[in-house]
């Protein structure tokens, strides 16, 4: 049997392996709701216009009520030999309503219609992401602002550098989640503007009032060109660029969590809510949720470029090859929100071992930096040649097995003469923070203010939401 849709000039139905390849109704059925709303706004707007009858109009609303509530009643049948969800929703209609249903797509087409549910899809779930992300940064800020004060060693090639807070390190994070968030709203702005009615590519010779199906469905603006709209995808590729960005950024916490959990670090401990056992090991505790999470960002990138290449080389207007838009970006946009979801729970219980991290900061020598700084600040010493008298310092201590508060002063002045038993009040790790007041620095105060910023920021936008 040839498609009840579009089966006209066709004599004979499709091959078995033609429906295969080219149903999507498995994966785009996701966008019902989106579909039915799209479908309601126009039809609402033909009647208005004259273009269909009021009671026409009538009908096909409720029509689609009723396939709504099939549809999350689970009572409705998708048909692979009805492609896609669009003409899914339309059969059914049909079967609902008779020939009534027929009129519905009056001035549309699907590729129209495709480009604005999938809109719809990208923007409510852009607008999610956006609200898990807020949580996220504020799980971060508590974290913050509770250890704004605890030293733990920062890291440069994964080698002691310099004594960090643990406050500031969590802060870190929310920075670059306010970026991303950023993003998602950047992309939310240019998004938000209406396909319907660019008909298959050309816009249609019915007298069809554009601003009113977009202001329906919540976009700012119809789009200026037909065939663009039905077109173009750079409204996913920018949300799928802007996850990819978000989940390198919660990759690198994860890894840093699954470092810092190992019995060699020991920085962190997390609960036994994200963890897993070993069904041989007793003794392990796995960081199975961080490493997911750092394992993510592959199929979320992976998205990315697969998208790109898909889109990269087509010639205007609609080509098939644009269903493969959506399964991917499903995909990488609910594992992005698994993920955010999964981070947010591990970070709110996460517990520092303050011990441990003060014990680590004062190991490696991290304070050399500040004896250094002290020859240029005390003793007017360039600071070239004061890097070279610590080098040697340190020298000493790594030859002694010791830390560097413990070379004496004799053996310090055997080095630079000049140096006196100040020294030692910059060479622990807790003076070292506290000096570094520098806006953006490491210093408790900072933190402290810092976090706090957040917090009400946070909770400002939380009180909006
Ligand atoms: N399922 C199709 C898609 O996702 C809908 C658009 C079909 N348009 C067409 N001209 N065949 O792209």
Known sequence: MSNRMWGGRFAEGPDAIMEEINASIDYDRKLYQQDIAGSKAHVHMLAAQGIVSADD?????KGLDTILSEIEAGTFTFSRALEDIHMNIEARLADLIGDAAGRLHTARSRNDQVATDFRLWVRDTMDTLDHQLHDLQMALAEKAEAHAGAVMPGFTHLQSAQPVTFGHHMLAYVEMLARDRGRFSDA?????ECP???AALAGTSFPIDREATAT???FDRPTANSLDAVADRDFVLEALAAASITAVHLSRLAEEIVLWCSAQFGFVKLSD????????MPQKRNPDAAELVRAKTGRISG???GLLTVMKGLPLAYSKDMQEDKEQAFDALSNLSLAIAAMTGMVGDMEPDVTRLKKAAGSGYSTATDLADWLVR????????????TGSIVGIASAKGIELH???LEEMRQVEAGITEDVYSVLSVDKSIKSRTSYGGTAPANVRKQARHWLKQLEKEAAGH
Request: avoid cysteine.
């Open 57 to 61: 109009a009538e009908t096909i609303a």
């Open 188 to 192: 939310r702005k240019r998004m938000n």
């Open 196 to 198: 319907l009615g660019s």
């Open 216 to 218: 329906a469905l919540g």
């Open 273 to 280: 809510k994200f963890t897993t056992g070993s069904s041989i």
């Open 303 to 305: 998205a990315l470029v």
């Open 378 to 389: 005390v003793l007017g010493v360039p600071f070239r040649r004061a890097h070279h008298i």
């Open 406 to 408: 413990k070379v004496s």
